[in-house]
């Protein structure tokens, strides 16, 4: 079966853009999470949904950053004006349920780079 | 908030010696979970520990869960080049509603 899937695998913009980053959860996967890469580094916890809500946002970095989730299935995460620093991996992650006892099965990932 | 410490951060070993990565919590974790991630790939669910003491086995690896459930280890044994990639552990947050992440530690395998 399909696994999860993200798009675009890698993205190159400039500095102030909007970049507008997509998961496609597995089928049924009521949870989805963001997660953010940078180069060796470990997973930072951006945002989790449940559904179509989103109980915990604490992750997002600032207010440039924001993320939504359609019809319980695809989430778009956005960020707005883009700076360097946002250069990193992003990584989405799907689960049956929303507790934590559940394997996640992560996305590919979108490379993302502003210059 | 609830942190996940993990060590060593890296470790470059040669081919068929043993590798050991450990996991700590501050807090008690209801349940742990690790992860594989190969260079340039996603990260791949290996396993979840439930029970004080548990001890799982997958072929090379084994996993243990401590007996206070606050740390974890996973320990391959006679390493291949096939092992090369970084070891997550993760617990549960604050409110059980998403897994924390340790910081990974990246296992280097020479032959």
């Known amino acids: 079966g399909a696994g999860v899937s993200q798009s675009p695998s890698n993205k190159v913009t400039e500095k102030g853009k909007d970049v507008e980053l997509r998961c496609d959860p597995i089928?049924?996967?009521?949870?989805l999470y963001w997660y953010r890469q940078s180069l060796g580094q470990g997973l930072e916890f951006l945002i989790y949904?449940?559904?179509?809500?989103?109980?915990?946002k604490s992750g997002l970095p600032s207010d440039r950053f924001s993320a939504e989730r359609t019809g319980g299935s695809v989430s778009t995460l956005t960020i707005q004006r883009t700076q360097q620093e946002d250069s990193a991996v992003y990584l989405c992650a799907s689960s049956l349920g929303g507790l934590s006892n559940q394997p996640q099965h992560f996305g590919d990932g979108t490379r993302l780079s502003i210059l | 908030g609830q942190q996940v410490m993990q060590i060593p951060q890296y470790q470059h070993v040669q081919e068929g010696e043993d590798f050991t990565t450990y996991c700590n919590s501050s807090t008690t974790l209801s349940n742990i979970q690790w992860y594989k991630q190969r260079p340039g790939g996603h990260p791949v669910f290996l396993i979840q520990?439930?029970?004080?003491?548990e001890v799982k086995k997958q072929k090379r690896l084994t996993f243990q869960f401590g007996e206070a459930k606050k740390n974890s280890s996973l320990h391959i044994t006679a390493t291949q080049t096939t092992d090369v990639g970084t070891y997550f552990c993760a617990g549960p947050g604050e409110y059980g509603n998403k897994l924390v992440f340790g910081a990974g530690t990246i296992l280097r395998v020479k032959s």
């Open positions: 089928s049924g996967h009521t949870a």
């Open positions: 949904f449940q559904g179509n809500s989103a109980p915990d």
């Open positions: 520990l439930v029970k004080s003491g």
